[in-house]
């Protein structure tokens, strides 16, 4: 944490709600800045060095009634910032201040509601209730029951005769439900109104962040080398941009070329970030290496496992002969790092697992820069814009580290790498073709590991069959397969068969996740 915060902040108190993180998107769209803390780690001295502009409580699980309860310290109350109290947050809030808070007798409320106004008219509440009662999302199973000193009610629902209530002259603001989610329509509206009464301006946008990323990484590593592995997917490309924009020549990437990547991928790598960036890169091509030690297997763990380890391999290969590297960049997000609160034994942390230079920072004695650990992807996807990557670059596809190699299930040939690359271009030239890319959260083909039977021309063929897969996802936790037209399904078909000798069959997945995965492996 900075000791001269470069920008009105928004401390997020989390007690563990399922839905603290949407808080933080509501606010980072507002152009606020603010970090999520778990409640077990914000005490006085944590809240003096973070000098907040305005507190929300989060929601969570736990009831204010229990013996062991989760709070915030006092100081939060009497900090003279206003303070939005949400679900739990209001419960515990009401409490701490003198209200009182019940069992729920029968009133429960989980879903949607409606609430009405009630009292005189609220800065919090400006654009509401324009049409009528307003549908908010309710979830809770305690309710306030009597108002702290100072506090009237300003919003009512049948389960929740205290849904909206505040103390404007302190500006302490609480509500029963939460405003954070998509399904209370004007709850972006209500955080909008909070934390313009708190003072804020704006002011965390896309361009004073890339100022401040680069004055902060420029700091960080003074004069020493920094190392980049680069993939081409959207989060090493940013991160290697700015790097590059903060510390020039300071910088060097890394860019692995295992074999198993798509038409054309490692050329426009190159292109992009030697010749029109003019990064330092060590384009290293170790296809080879990498397909000759995959020979012979099928097992998808196995394969995975193996491209993993010869990354490493050569990811330090190369990147021990950058003379005075101290330094390790890695695209880590803010999702990666928001301490999770865990009622059990204290904040736990969740790590991405999918880091393909996971563990290589000790080994090689590197410390970490990881300048885009504050941000939300989308958040990411707009530095890339700011920073001029094109649109190839930001929108892309995710695609898996092993690359082509968990698309070809079964044993992994040279000939059908090459089959499946060609099938694959046709594929998403299609999706673009139609407009369709950018609906789409990923999209590839898999080559499959059986022969069947056709007939082309006079001729009988004999060929592999290929699976087209397209899913929508928000997280790629999920994911639905897209709705194809027939249309589209069989002009595609058509061209990829008419195309790309060696297929003679196309067909189209459409298992969700769960129970499939995205990946055929
Ligand atoms: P699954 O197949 O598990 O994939 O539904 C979910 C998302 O993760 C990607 N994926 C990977 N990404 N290394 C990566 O960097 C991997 O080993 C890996 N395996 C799956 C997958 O493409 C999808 O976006």
């Not at 998509?182 to 301006?201: D, E, Y």
């Not at 391999?313 to 021990?320: K, R, S, T």
Request: hydrophobic share 40%.
């Amino acid at each position: 944490m900075n000791s001269t915060p470069p920008h009105d902040r928004l401390l997020i108190i989390d007690f563990g709600s399922q839905v603290t993180q949407l808080i933080a998107r509501r606010l980072r769209e507002l152009n606020v800045y603010c970090e999520i803390h778990p409640f077990q780690k914000v005490d006085d001295a944590f809240l003096a060095r973070f000098a907040p502009r305005a507190i929300i409580l989060s929601g969570g699980p736990a009831s204010v009634l229990d013996e062991d309860a989760p709070r915030p310290p006092e100081s939060v109350l009497a900090a003279g910032v206003p303070v939005l109290g949400i679900c739990y947050g209001q419960q515990v809030m009401m409490q701490m201040l003198g209200g009182r808070v019940e069992r729920h007798g029968g009133n429960a409320e989980f879903g949607r509601a409606f609430v009405e106004p009630a009292g005189a008219p609220l800065d919090l509440l400006k654009g509401w209730f324009e049409d009528g009662p307003e549908q908010v999302w309710m979830s809770h199973g305690d309710h306030v029951a009597a108002l702290a000193p100072g506090f009237e009610v300003f919003g009512t629902s049948p389960g929740a005769p205290f849904a909206i209530t505040a103390d404007p002259a302190r500006h302490f603001y609480a509500v029963q439900f939460h405003p954070e989610v998509h399904h209370t329509p004007r709850g972006a509206r209500l955080l909008g109104n909070f934390v313009k009464l708190a003072g804020f301006t704006g002011d965390w946008t896309m361009g004073a962040y890339r100022q401040e990323a680069i004055r902060r990484i420029r700091e960080q590593v003074g004069e020493a080398h920094v190392i980049c592995g680069l993939s081409g997917g959207v989060d090493s490309s940013v991160t290697a941009v700015l790097l590059h924009e903060a510390i020039g020549d300071q910088l060097t990437c890394v860019f692995v070329d295992h074999g198993l990547l798509r038409q054309g991928e490692a050329e426009e790598v190159v292109s992009m970030f030697r010749d029109h960036y003019n990064i330092r890169l060590i384009a290293a091509d170790e296809s080879e290496r990498f397909l000759t030690a995959l020979e012979g297997t099928s097992d998808p763990e196995t394969k995975r496992k193996t491209i993993g380890r010869l990354f490493i391999d050569v990811f330090q290969h190369y990147a021990g002969r950058i003379e005075g590297a101290e330094f390790l960049a890695q695209g880590t997000l803010y999702p990666d790092v928001i301490e999770s609160v865990s009622f059990s034994g204290g904040p736990s942390v969740t790590i991405k697992s999918h880091h393909n230079v996971g563990g290589l920072p000790e080994k090689m004695g590197l410390k970490l820069v990881e300048p885009l650990r504050e941000l939300f992807k989308d958040e990411v996807r707009a530095l890339g814009r700011e920073l001029g990557l094109p649109a190839s670059f930001i929108g892309r596809h995710p695609f898996p580290g092993p690359g082509l190699a968990i698309r070809c299930p079964g044993e992994i040939t040279r000939e059908k790498l090459d089959i499946l690359r060609k099938a694959d271009a046709i594929y998403i030239d299609q999706i673009r073709k139609h407009g369709l890319y950018d609906e789409i959260w990923q999209a590839f083909a898999a080559i499959l590991p059986v022969r069947t039977v056709g007939v082309m021309g006079d001729g009988r063929t004999y060929d592999y069959a290929l699976a087209l897969r397209a899913v929508t996802s928000v997280d790629g936790m999920t994911a639905d397969y897209y709705p194809f037209s027939h249309e589209f399904l069989s002009e595609t078909a058509t061209r990829i068969i008419n195309e790309v000798a060696g297929i003679n069959r196309v067909t189209y997945d459409i298992t969700s996740k769960p129970p499939g995965t995205i990946e055929w492996e």
